[in-house]
C-alpha cells in the first residue's frame, strides 16, 4: 500500500511537478540540452547549452529522490531516462551534442559543479543506472574541470564539489585533496561573522550568502563531511546565526526583497532553510520554517513567471528579461531549483508535520541587524525592508547595475526600478545621486558603516567614478517610524552637478493608475492599492517625478510595466565647487492614508529634531548630522 504523504509534503511536490511537466515537451530525444527561450549570455552557446540541461537536471533531482507517488510514476521513468541519455550524449566528444570540455574561468566550471551535486542528490535516478562505460565517460567530462582557473568568489565551490565527486566515484587523483582543502580554505577566508560571507571580488553581501556560501557550505558538509568532520561542523555553526538572521528577510506575504544579483532566481533563497534543518544547523521552530518556505515558494508560483513556452521566465514578478545580467541566458533562471531543499526531508520529518508558527514579519514591526554584512531588516506592517549601510558595489558587478546594491532602502511589496547603460547609470528612486552636466548620473559605491542602531543606520561613501574624477563625499543617516524613514545626508560635492533624493518607487499594470501630485513642500504618488510620499525638510530647490506611465520609453520597473518615483533636488551648477550642505527628507510608502499624512517640525535646533505627525504622534530625535531646520 502506497505510503500516505503529508498534506504540505504532496504540496511541494506537485508544486515542483509543474514546474518539471512544463519542461517535458522541449526534452527531444537524442538531445543534452533544452532549447529554452531567452537572451544569449556572454559566455558562449556550449556554456548556455550545458545551463539548460544542468539547471534543470537539479530541479528534476530534487524531485526523484522525493518519497514515490503513485501518481508520478510515469513522469519520474520520463525524466530518469532523458537525463541519463543526455548526460551519455553531452558528456561524449564523438557526438555533435557533445558540451566541450571546461577552460579557464569557463561558465562550464559553474554548470559541471551543480551536475555533480545532482548526481548525489538523486543517484539512484541518475547515476547508478548509467552503464560503465558510460560512468567513464561522464567522469573523463566532469575531470575536465581539473586545475582551471576560478574566479575569486563563491565560484570555489564548484571545483570543491566536481573533485569530491570524482575521488568518491573512484576517479580521483593525489593531488584532488589538496586542491578542495585549498579552495575550502579560501572561501572560508570570506567569512565576515554570524555567517555572513564577503563575495570575494564581488564584495557584496547580499542572498548570494544562501544562494551559493551555504547552499554548497551545507551540500559538502552533507556528501562529505566525514573526510573533515572539523571543517563540516563550521559550516553547520556558521548556519545557525545566518538561519537566525535570514528569516527576517522574509514578509508575510512569504516575498522577500529585490536585492543583489540574480535577482532572477527568486526562490532559490529558501534553500538554506531545508538544509539547516536536514544537518539539524538551526534551533528554530521547524513549523516557522515551513510556513517561511512554503509562503516563499508559493508567492512565486502564484505569479506570472512563465514565458511563452511555459517555462520560467528572465524576471521577478513576470517576464522581464532586461532584469537578466550579462551572464543570464533562458535556462538560467532554473537555479531557482536549489529552493527545493525542503524535498530533501522526508515525509515523516517533524518538519512536515509540525503545526505552523507565525513568521517574524507576521508578529510587529521590529528591527535585525546584521553588522557582520551592514544589513539592517525592519519589519513594517508585513513588509520587509533592507537598509544597505555596508554592501558595496565593487567594479566588477557596475556591469549588473549598481542600483541593486546602492540604494537606501529595498522594501517587499515596492522593488524598484533598473537604469540603462547598466555600467554608467543610477536610477532614482530609494536613493541619492549625482548627475553631473554631461548627463552622467553617479551613486554610491564603497560604503562603510559608522553606526548601526535600533532605530536608526549610519554611514558613509562617496558619489562617482575615475573617469572625470567626479567626487562627492557623503555622511547619511537613516531612521525610521511605522511606514517612513527619515534621511539625512550631509555633503562635500567637487564639481557642478544635481543632487536628487527619489522616495519609493510605486509601480501598476496600468500607467493611467498612477496618480501624482505636490511641490516643493510635499510629493506624492497614488494608485488604488498604494501611495508613496516624499517629504522635503531641508536643502532642497526643486521637487519632481521620474516615471514611465505608457510605452514610449522602456520599462525599468522590477514589479509592473510602469511607474512613478517622486523626487526632490538641489542643483548646485552654478556653484562653486567644494560646496557643503546637508539636505534632509521624509519619505513613506504603504497603503494606509492616515499614516500618510504629513509631519509638521514642532521643534528643531542643531543636532535635535521633533516632529508631529496627526496619526503617529511625536517623533523626537538626537544626533550631530540634524542642522537647525
Known amino acids: 500500500m502506497a505510503q500516505e504523504l503529508p498534506p504540505a509534503y504532496r504540496h511541494w511536490q506537485n508544486q515542483t511537478r509543474r514546474l518539471l511537466e512544463a519542461l517535458?515537451?522541449?526534452?527531444?530525444?537524442?538531445?543534452?540540452?533544452?532549447?529554452?527561450?531567452?537572451?544569449?549570455?556572454?559566455?558562449?552557446?556550449?556554456?548556455?547549452?550545458?545551463?539548460?540541461?544542468?539547471?534543470?537536471?537539479?530541479?528534476?533531482?530534487?524531485?526523484?529522490?522525493s518519497a514515490e507517488h503513485p501518481d508520478d510514476m510515469a513522469l519520474r521513468e520520463q525524466l530518469s531516462t532523458w537525463f541519463q541519455a543526455g548526460l551519455a550524449i553531452g558528456s561524449d566528444p564523438e557526438s555533435p551534442h557533445y558540451w566541450g570540455p571546461d577552460a579557464n574561468y569557463h561558465q562550464h566550471h559553474v554548470e559541471i559543479g551543480l551536475l555533480a551535486i545532482a548526481l548525489q542528490i538523486a543517484p539512484d535516478h541518475l547515476w547508478e543506472p548509467l552503464s560503465q562505460e558510460h560512468k567513464d565517460r561522464v567522469a573523463h567530462w566532469l575531470g575536465t574541470a581539473r586545475g582551471n582557473g576560478i574566479v575569486n568568489n563563491n565560484h570555489y565551490f564548484m571545483g570543491v564539489h566536481i573533485l569530491e565527486f570524482l575521488i568518491a566515484k573512484g576517479y580521483g587523483r593525489p593531488?584532488?585533496?589538496?586542491?578542495?582543502?585549498?579552495?575550502?580554505?579560501?572561501?572560508?577566508?570570506?567569512?565576515?561573522?554570524?555567517?555572513?560571507?564577503?563575495?570575494?571580488?564581488?564584495?557584496?553581501?547580499?542572498?548570494?550568502?544562501?544562494?551559493?556560501?551555504?547552499?554548497?557550505?551545507?551540500?559538502?558538509?552533507?556528501?562529505?563531511?566525514?573526510?573533515?568532520?572539523?571543517?563540516?561542523?563550521?559550516?553547520?555553526?556558521?548556519?545557525?546565526?545566518?538561519?537566525?538572521?535570514?528569516?527576517?528577510?522574509?514578509?508575510?506575504?512569504?516575498e522577500h526583497p529585490a536585492f543583489g544579483r540574480s535577482i532572477t532566481y527568486r526562490f532559490n533563497g529558501i534553500n538554506v532553510f531545508g538544509l539547516a534543518v536536514a544537518l539539524d544547523a538551526t534551533d528554530l521552530p521547524l513549523g516557522q520554517l515551513r510556513r517561511l518556505c512554503t509562503r516563499n515558494f508559493d508567492f512565486f508560483m502564484k505569479h506570472p513567471i512563465m514565458q511563452s513556452q511555459g517555462l520560467l521566465s528572465m524576471g521577478w514578478l513576470d517576464e522581464f528579461p532586461d532584469l537578466g545580467e550579462t551572464y543570464s541566458c533562458g535556462g538560467s533562471p532554473y537555479w531557482s531549483a536549489k529552493g527545493l531543499s525542503p524535498l530533501l526531508l522526508p515525509p515523516d520529518h517533524a518538519f512536515w508535520n509540525e503545526p505552523e508558527v507565525p513568521?517574524?514579519?507576521?508578529?510587529?514591526?521590529?528591527?535585525?541587524?546584521?553588522?557582520?554584512?551592514?544589513?539592517?531588516?525592519?519589519?513594517?506592517?508585513?513588509?520587509?525592508?533592507?537598509?544597505?549601510?555596508?554592501?558595496?558595489?565593487?567594479?566588477?558587478?557596475?556591469?549588473?547595475?549598481?542600483?541593486?546594491?546602492?540604494?537606501?532602502?529595498?522594501?517587499?511589496?515596492?522593488d524598484f526600478t533598473l537604469a540603462r547603460p547598466n555600467a554608467t547609470n543610477w536610477s532614482v528612486d530609494s536613493a541619492l545621486t549625482l548627475q553631473i552636466p554631461d548627463g552622467r548620473v553617479f551613486g554610491r559605491h564603497s560604503t562603510v558603516t559608522i553606526e548601526m542602531e535600533e532605530d536608526h543606520v549610519r554611514y558613509v561613501y562617496n558619489l562617482g567614478f575615475k573617469p572625470g574624477q567626479t567626487n562627492c563625499s557623503v555622511d547619511t543617516a537613516v531612521w525610521w517610524k511605522a511606514g517612513w524613514i527619515l534621511q539625512v545626508h550631509d555633503f562635500e560635492n567637487r564639481?557642478?552637478?544635481?543632487?536628487?533624493?527619489?522616495?519609493?518607487?510605486?509601480?501598476?499594470?496600468?500607467?493611467?493608475?498612477?496618480?501624482?501630485?505636490?511641490?516643493?513642500?510635499?510629493?506624492?504618488?497614488?494608485?488604488?492599492e498604494q501611495g508613496s510620499v516624499l517629504q522635503p525638510l531641508h536643502g532642497f530647490t526643486s521637487a519632481g517625478q521620474e516615471s514611465r506611465q505608457d510605452d514610449s520609453t522602456l520599462r525599468t520597473h522590477l514589479r509592473r510595466p510602469y511607474h512613478a518615483t517622486p523626487t526632490a533636488s538641489?542643483?548646485?551648477?552654478?556653484?562653486?565647487?567644494?560646496?557643503?550642505?546637508r539636505l534632509v527628507a521624509l519619505a513613506w510608502t504603504g497603503s494606509d492614508k492616515t499614516e500618510a499624512q504629513p509631519w509638521t517640525v514642532s521643534d528643531s535646533t542643531e543636532g535635535q529634531l521633533t516632529l508631529q505627525h496627526p496619526h503617529l504622534g511625536e517623533w523626537t530625535i538626537n544626533h550631530e548630522l540634524l542642522p537647525k531646520l
Open 495 to 528: 564639481q557642478p552637478g544635481v543632487l536628487t533624493v527619489g522616495g519609493y518607487a510605486i509601480s501598476h499594470a496600468d500607467g493611467n493608475a498612477l496618480q501624482t501630485s505636490g511641490d516643493l513642500n510635499r510629493m506624492e504618488v497614488w494608485t488604488p
Open 570 to 581: 538641489i542643483d548646485t551648477l552654478g556653484r562653486t565647487a567644494g560646496e557643503a550642505g
Open 24 to 65: 517535458v515537451p522541449y526534452m527531444a530525444p537524442g538531445a543534452a540540452d533544452i532549447p529554452i527561450e531567452g537572451q544569449a549570455s556572454d559566455h558562449d552557446a556550449q556554456a548556455d547549452r550545458l545551463e539548460s540541461f544542468a539547471r534543470p537536471l537539479l530541479l528534476a533531482a530534487h524531485w526523484l529522490q
Open 359 to 414: 513568521l517574524p514579519s507576521e508578529e510587529g514591526d521590529h528591527t535585525c541587524n546584521v553588522p557582520a554584512a551592514g544589513l539592517t531588516v525592519r519589519s513594517v506592517a508585513g513588509e520587509v525592508e533592507i537598509l544597505n549601510s555596508g554592501s558595496q558595489i565593487s567594479n566588477v558587478n557596475l556591469r549588473y547595475g549598481a542600483w541593486k546594491w546602492s540604494k537606501t532602502a529595498y522594501r517587499t511589496g515596492v
Open 175 to 254: 593531488t584532488d585533496r589538496i586542491v578542495i582543502d585549498t579552495f575550502l580554505d579560501r572561501l572560508e577566508g570570506m567569512h565576515r561573522g554570524g555567517g555572513w560571507f564577503e563575495d570575494g571580488i564581488n564584495q557584496a553581501y547580499d542572498h548570494y550568502n544562501a544562494y551559493a556560501f551555504h547552499f554548497y557550505g551545507l551540500w559538502w558538509a552533507k556528501l562529505h563531511g566525514h573526510i573533515n568532520p572539523a571543517r563540516a561542523q563550521r559550516w553547520k555553526d556558521w548556519t545557525t546565526p545566518f538561519v537566525r538572521d535570514y528569516r527576517h528577510f522574509f514578509a508575510a506575504s512569504g
